[in-house]
């Protein structure tokens, strides 16, 4: 069996955990590293049941001043999961149970971004300085507002926006194939006419700068090649600390928050249409290329809470128009 790099005590063990993950997709790029910790700390400790007792268990769980909350957290999942594994033919593993479980950091909510806030992101991508020293690209500005237009009409993560090749843009039909995404799935997006005409008019804009490869970037950077997330990441926070956008409790605008503007939209559509919104949440999972229903469900409450605002600022602006009684 190959060991994929594990050297520990554990390493076939560890190996085939692994590609248990892979099988089922879920062998992300933090828990391929976590598990090489783990391979590392079982070295340096004596396994005479070779196998993961209690005492190795809590050792691994110890708090620690570098991690943080979610850091443990995230330990304690992926060594409960893999000690399950390790049971079925390791006899006297130790499965950690819930009195172990870290405290988990809340996740912070997403900022839903208003119309008005969007726009204003639109237009300063489209103000962008084209040669600026550090990114010099004569689409700089054209190739950042078809970025930002694509994320929140769309509600890809940023990853596959700037993996897409051009051939995975069919801009024939409006489709998009998303190939061998988070999870190991693949889909097929649909985009909107408005969307297709921006993306229309920034293909013959980047012909006019590189070959048209069928397997070359579809968003293309100065260099001739796909941004990285990070350069991304920092032009769109420029641009949206520039344009005066500042969440709440201090955060600063985040990138990943147009994904949950499209989710929550959509969302917030259905509701009004008058549509089951149950029924209509596996569609939008598939759409989004969540793993199951349950990660989509965290956008309700977000949804809930915007209805519930909307229909507060309602009932204090007619409240004076209204008579005793709400009655014409």
Same mark, same amino acid.
């Given at each position: 069996?190959?060991?994929?790099?594990?050297?520990?005590?554990?390493?076939?063990?560890?190996?085939?955990?692994?590609?248990?993950?892979?099988?089922?997709?879920?062998?992300?790029?933090?828990?391929?590293?976590?598990?090489?910790?783990?391979?590392?700390?079982?070295?340096?400790?004596?396994?005479?049941?070779?196998?993961?007792?209690?005492?190795?268990?809590?050792?691994?769980?110890?708090?620690?001043?570098?991690?943080?909350?979610?850091?443990?957290?995230?330990?304690?999942? /992926?060594?409960?999961?893999?000690?399950?594994?390790?049971?079925?033919?390791?006899?006297?593993?130790?499965?950690?149970?819930?009195?172990?479980?870290?405290?988990?950091?809340?996740?912070? #909510?997403?900022?839903?971004?208003?119309?008005?806030?969007?726009?204003? /992101?639109?237009?300063?991508?489209?103000?962008?300085?084209?040669?600026?020293?550090?990114?010099?690209?004569?689409?700089?500005?054209?190739?950042?507002?078809?970025?930002?237009?694509?994320?929140?009409?769309?509600?890809?993560?940023?990853?596959?926006?700037?993996?897409?090749?051009?051939?995975?843009?069919?801009?024939?039909?409006?489709?998009?194939?998303?190939?061998?995404?988070?999870?190991?799935?693949?889909?097929?997006? #649909?985009?909107?006419?408005?969307? /297709?005409?921006?993306?229309?008019?920034?293909?013959?804009?980047?012909?006019?700068?590189?070959?048209?490869?069928?397997?070359?970037?579809?968003?293309?950077?100065?260099?001739?090649?796909a941004y990285s997330t990070a350069t991304i990441t920092t032009i769109f926070h420029d641009i949206a600390v520039r344009a005066g956008i500042h969440p709440p409790k201090g955060r600063g605008p985040r990138l990943h928050d147009l994904r949950a503007t499209f989710a929550v939209t959509r969302l917030l559509l259905w509701y009004r249409e008058g549509a089951n919104v149950m029924a209509r949440l596996p569609m939008?999972?598939?759409?989004?290329?969540?793993?199951?229903?349950?990660?989509?469900?965290?956008?309700?409450?977000?949804?809930?809470?915007?209805?519930?605002?909307?229909?507060?600022?309602?009932?204090?602006?007619?409240?004076?128009?209204? #008579?005793?009684?709400?009655?014409?």
């Amino acid at each position: 069996m190959t060991t994929s790099n594990f050297s520990g005590p554990l390493a076939d063990d560890l190996a085939g955990f692994l590609a248990r993950l892979r099988d089922a997709g879920a062998a992300s790029a933090s828990w391929v590293k976590q598990l090489r910790t783990l391979d590392r700390f079982t070295q340096d400790r004596l396994l005479p049941l070779r196998t993961i007792d209690e005492a190795t268990a809590r050792a691994w769980l110890a708090p620690s001043a570098t991690r943080g909350p979610n850091t443990m957290h995230g330990r304690y999942c /992926l060594l409960r999961r893999f000690c399950r594994f390790l049971a079925t033919h390791r006899p006297g593993t130790f499965i950690p149970g819930e009195t172990l479980r870290p405290r988990q950091r809340p996740a912070a #909510p997403p900022h839903i971004y208003s119309r008005d806030e969007i726009r204003l /992101l639109l237009a300063g991508a489209s103000t962008l300085r084209d040669w600026e020293r550090g990114h010099p690209c004569r689409i700089r500005s054209k190739t950042m507002h078809g970025v930002i237009l694509l994320l929140v009409t769309s509600g890809l993560r940023i990853s596959e926006a700037l993996r897409l090749t051009l051939q995975d843009v069919d801009l024939d039909h409006g489709v998009l194939s998303i190939r061998q995404t988070k999870f190991r799935k693949s889909r097929l997006v #649909p985009v909107s006419s408005g969307t /297709l005409a921006i993306l229309r008019r920034y293909h013959d804009l980047r012909s006019s700068v590189v070959p048209s490869d069928p397997n070359g970037p579809f968003f293309i950077s100065g260099r001739k090649r796909a941004y990285s997330t990070a350069t991304i990441t920092t032009i769109f926070h420029d641009i949206a600390v520039r344009a005066g956008i500042h969440p709440p409790k201090g955060r600063g605008p985040r990138l990943h928050d147009l994904r949950a503007t499209f989710a929550v939209t959509r969302l917030l559509l259905w509701y009004r249409e008058g549509a089951n919104v149950m029924a209509r949440l596996p569609m939008l999972t598939t759409y989004l290329g969540h793993a199951c229903v349950s990660d989509t469900e965290v956008y309700l409450p977000i949804t809930t809470a915007l209805l519930d605002e909307a229909n507060s600022r309602f009932h204090a602006f007619a409240e004076d128009l209204l #008579p005793p009684g709400g009655r014409p």
